[in-house]
């Protein structure tokens, strides 16, 4: 290989990198906030009155995008790689160029809730299928191995090439079992309760083949649940709490407390990970720990606390300039969903109750009291936000509005 033709491999490479990051910026600067349509009035307290429930049509996937999967752009990538151009930085610039494309394919969908949620179950499968296409099966593995140990190792513990290699397969195995349940889904074979309760099970072995490779103590801290690491995440989390040295342990041990009793729980329901007596015990659980945060560290803290850690809050903050929001407006969606999710929180537990005391439950009229609350919800945001952006907000995952639906027990 010239020097010549390295020097123009790189400058490539370069310009490339270059393009995408303008065009992306480029994107964002074009997508101007619209003004607020809609009074912000009330919508929490006194949400509005129910309306029919829309019916959802399955809509056709669509066609992938191919550029760099090519035999051409195959050769443009053996070339850049034979130029000495790392793996690393290949694997970014055929994921920029896979994200460009999705973002038009999304555009594409002008807001259509079903045809986004149709592409959306999509596109992990066709980001790998785009990456092993262009990277081929060695470049593909390598990028995508670093991947999935980053996610299944926090803690970044030592593994040798053998647990390396084990773990992968377990998470390539989880992965797939994943992409299986969606196209039970697409074909209508199972209910969305029973593909949550499946893959619940499956995650379930996926964690207890962990513990077997590992060890107790190793899987621990692969997950940052050690004590060490528990108390330096948590003094982290808590760093705008700025909690004095005698809270921060009070707050270490409930979490320890916490961490004991959720161990013990996945023992005791290993078998039967998504029943609902796990499921109340967790809120349980979690209810009892955020009571002793808010005794120790007071409810003005503790409320900012919990909205500091919320993803969709999180996210407001960080595009608030181009959403277009400030705090008000902020608060008041926060708060639109969370008083969301308690009454979805407070009304599936109110009917497990009622059948736990041996009363029949309409399941079916139940998930259809949930599905009609939260399309009146979506409508209220819809008027106080405008069509746009709260597309744009429910594109980035800000509005989750559809829970799973509850499944009546068999008789």
Same mark, same amino acid.
């Given at each position: 290989?010239?020097?010549?033709?390295?020097?123009?491999?790189?400058?490539?490479?370069?310009?490339?990198? $270059?393009?995408?990051?303008?065009?992306?910026?480029?994107? @964002?600067?074009?997508?101007?906030?619209?003004?607020?349509?809609?009074?912000?009035?009330?919508?929490?307290?006194?949400?509005?009155?129910? @309306?029919?429930?829309?019916?959802?049509?399955?809509?056709?996937?669509?066609?992938?995008?191919?550029?760099?999967?090519?035999?051409?752009?195959?050769?443009?990538? &053996?070339?850049?790689? $034979?130029?000495?151009?790392?793996?690393?930085?290949?694997?970014?610039?055929?994921?920029?160029?896979?994200?460009?494309?999705?973002?038009?394919?999304?555009?594409?969908?002008?807001?259509?809730?079903?045809?986004? $949620?149709?592409?959306?179950?999509? @596109?992990?499968?066709?980001?790998?299928?785009?990456?092993?296409?262009?990277?081929?099966?060695?470049?593909?593995?390598?990028?995508?191995?670093?991947?999935?140990?980053?996610?299944?190792?926090?803690?970044?513990? &030592? *593994?040798?090439?053998?647990?390396?290699? =084990?773990?992968?397969?377990?998470?390539?195995?989880?992965?797939?079992?994943?992409?299986? *349940?969606?196209?039970?889904?697409?074909?209508?074979?199972?209910?969305?309760?029973?593909?949550?309760?499946?893959?619940?099970? +499956?995650?379930? &072995?996926?964690?207890?083949?962990?513990?077997?490779?590992?060890?107790?103590?190793?899987?621990?801290?692969?997950?940052?649940?050690?004590?060490?690491?528990?108390?330096?995440?948590?003094?982290?989390?808590? +760093?705008?709490?700025?909690?004095?040295?005698?809270?921060?342990?009070?707050?270490?041990?409930?979490?320890?407390?916490?961490?004991?009793?959720?161990?013990?729980?996945?023992?005791?329901?290993?078998?039967?990970?998504?029943?609902?007596?796990? =499921?109340?015990?967790?809120?349980?659980?979690?209810?009892?720990?955020?009571?002793?945060?808010?005794?120790?560290?007071?409810?003005?803290?503790?409320?900012?606390?919990?909205?500091?850690?919320?993803?969709?809050?999180?996210?407001? @903050?960080?595009?608030?300039?181009?959403?277009?929001?400030?705090?008000?407006?902020?608060?008041?969606?926060?708060?639109? =969903?969370?008083?969301?999710?308690?009454?979805? &929180?407070?009304?599936?537990?109110?009917?497990?109750?009622?059948?736990?005391?041996?009363? +029949?439950?309409?399941?079916?009229?139940?998930?259809?009291?949930?599905?009609?609350?939260?399309?009146?919800?979506?409508?209220?945001?819809?008027?106080?936000?405008?069509?746009?952006?709260?597309?744009?907000?429910?594109?980035?995952?800000?509005?989750?509005?559809?829970?799973?639906?509850?499944?009546?027990?068999?008789?």
């Amino acid at each position: 290989m010239s020097r010549e033709f390295r020097h123009h491999a790189s400058l490539a490479l370069n310009v490339i990198l $270059a393009v995408c990051v303008v065009v992306l910026a480029l994107r @964002k600067s074009q997508r101007a906030p619209a003004t607020f349509e809609g009074s912000s009035a009330k919508m929490a307290n006194d949400p509005p009155t129910l @309306k029919e429930t829309p019916v959802l049509t399955r809509q056709p996937r669509l066609p992938q995008y191919t550029n760099l999967a090519s035999a051409a752009g195959r050769q443009w990538i &053996e070339q850049l790689r $034979a130029a000495g151009v790392p793996n690393k930085i290949l694997a970014r610039v055929v994921l920029a160029d896979f994200d460009e494309q999705w973002d038009k394919r999304i555009e594409d969908c002008h807001g259509d809730a079903d045809k986004m $949620a149709a592409l959306q179950r999509g @596109k992990e499968r066709d980001e790998e299928f785009e990456m092993r296409a262009a990277l081929g099966e060695e470049g593909f593995k390598q990028w995508d191995q670093e991947n999935m140990l980053r996610e299944a190792n926090v803690g970044k513990i &030592e *593994l040798t090439a053998v647990e390396g290699d =084990a773990i992968y397969d377990l998470k390539k195995k989880l992965q797939q079992r994943r992409w299986d *349940l969606e196209q039970t889904r697409l074909k209508g074979e199972m209910d969305d309760a029973e593909i949550n309760d499946a893959y619940d099970k +499956a995650y379930s &072995e996926f964690n207890q083949q962990m513990k077997t490779l590992l060890g107790d103590e190793r899987y621990a801290k692969s997950q940052g649940m050690d004590a060490g690491t528990a108390a330096a995440n948590l003094r982290q989390d808590l +760093a705008k709490a700025n909690p004095t040295d005698s809270q921060f342990q009070e707050l270490v041990n409930a979490q320890q407390q916490w961490n004991q009793r959720r161990s013990d729980l996945d023992k005791q329901f290993q078998d039967d990970p998504a029943s609902t007596a796990y =499921a109340e015990q967790i809120k349980a659980l979690d209810a009892a720990r955020d009571q002793e945060y808010q005794r120790v560290l007071g409810t003005n803290v503790f409320d900012t606390l919990q909205k500091e850690q919320d993803a969709g809050y999180a996210k407001m @903050k960080k595009y608030e300039t181009v959403w277009g929001l400030d705090d008000d407006s902020i608060d008041y969606i926060y708060r639109a =969903a969370r008083y969301y999710e308690k009454a979805v &929180e407070d009304y599936q537990s109110q009917a497990r109750a009622m059948e736990a005391q041996g009363q +029949a439950v309409d399941w079916t009229a139940v998930n259809k009291n949930l599905q009609q609350f939260g399309q009146q919800t979506q409508q209220a945001l819809q008027s106080y936000l405008g069509q746009d952006r709260f597309n744009k907000m429910q594109r980035n995952g800000v509005f989750q509005f559809n829970p799973l639906p509850h499944r009546a027990p068999p008789q």
